[in-house]
């Protein structure tokens, strides 16, 4: 599902973006779609899930296949079978039921490499980061850790966020707001997706 209220929102307080970037990007659709909303941007996708990896690439957007986290190396993800909500994997171990119409999800452990935004920002010499749409299931703090100082220069984040618990360990809503205060950003829009998550849309302060 596309989603407008975040281009919406980068078009009022980032209107000539630089860099966008596309954490959690599955199947590269949200990053098509920004392409086409801001042709002058340069959008990267993120994407861990080798499963994921073909139609992302069919999507003809840069992709870097790796989890992104507040360290760079390797991490063990959790793969849900494609077919099987695939688009619900993690780094945290998924529960046993994720969706109230899903059955309990078929999941392997496997090892993936993953990075932080910052080297992989030094590695492309991007200075600047304009804006940020993210899907991680949970590990928001982790990447949001890996952005740092980038992160201030950031305008506009959405992020997916549990509001009440779905995976054991993961971000708390609470926690994900606190970072985003200490860093100067302000939530404008809470969108519920579904029973226990949301998306939210972070501007910075100086912005509004």
């Not at 599902?1 to 209107?15: G, H, I, L, T």
């Not at 959690?24 to 990053?31: C, I, L």
Request: hydrophobic share 45%.
């Amino acid at each position: 599902m596309m989603n407008d209220p975040f281009v919406e929102a980068v078009r009022k307080y980032a209107p000539e973006p630089s860099v966008i970037l596309d954490i959690g990007s599955m199947d590269a659709a949200q990053a098509v779609f920004f392409n086409r909303a801001f042709q002058s941007a340069s959008v990267f996708a993120f994407e861990p899930l080798p499963a994921h990896h073909a139609q992302c690439r069919a999507a003809n957007v840069p992709l870097v296949e790796k989890a992104v986290l507040d360290y760079t190396g390797e991490t063990v993800f959790h793969a849900i079978k494609p077919g099987t909500n695939s688009g619900a994997s993690s780094v945290f171990v998924p529960p046993t039921q994720i969706l109230p119409w899903d059955g309990a999800p078929i999941w392997e452990k496997i090892t993936v490499p993953c990075i932080r935004i910052d080297d992989w920002a030094a590695s492309e010499k991007i200075t600047q980061i304009d804006a940020v749409w993210m899907d991680v299931q949970g590990a928001e703090l982790q990447v949001l850790q890996g952005f740092g100082k980038l992160l201030t220069g950031v305008k506009v984040i959405q992020t997916e966020v549990e509001t009440e618990q779905v995976y054991e360990g993961a971000t708390s809503f609470v926690d994900l707001v606190s970072l985003m205060y200490e860093h100067d950003f302000i939530m404008v829009s809470l969108i519920q997706a579904w029973q226990k998550e949301a998306d939210a849309i972070f501007v910075q302060k100086g912005l509004l």
